[in-house]
């Protein structure tokens, strides 16, 4: 399977916002229709510009590197918590410090692995 860089995608779907962040497609569709993104809706199917993902990533503090897919950038709290093998009250209780970025999407929580990356390795 040949996998196009996002970066060099002009138009982003909800199947590709929910790979970006690991999350569920119907979460995708949530975010892009209740967040400030500018979302364009043709029929049944909705679509965001890469510039309007980026102003919004910006706009929340989550910086993403363009030489590396998407999906290649956040970590899950489950991979934080099996990284650090620790427990799920741990694991909030860290993202509640501000030691890394990261970004809320509804319920669901995802981190920068650049910033916790360079966290970790302090």
Request: glycine content about 4%; some cysteine; charged content about 30%.
């Amino acid at each position: 399977m040949n996998i196009v860089n996002d970066w060099e995608k002009q138009i982003l779907t909800a199947q590709d916002i929910a790979r970006i962040f690991k999350c569920g497609k119907n979460l995708a569709y949530k975010i892009i229709e209740s967040d400030d993104m500018n979302a364009v809706r043709i029929g049944s199917t909705i679509r965001v510009s890469m510039k309007s993902f980026n102003e919004w990533i910006d706009n929340k503090g989550f910086l993403l590197n363009n030489e590396e897919t998407f999906d290649n950038q956040v970590y899950t709290l489950e991979e934080i918590k099996d990284i650090l093998k620790i427990g799920r009250n741990s694991s909030y209780n860290l993202l509640n410090e501000n030691y890394f970025k990261i970004i809320k999407l509804g319920k669901i929580v995802r981190i920068s692995k650049k910033s916790f990356d360079n966290w970790l390795n302090k």
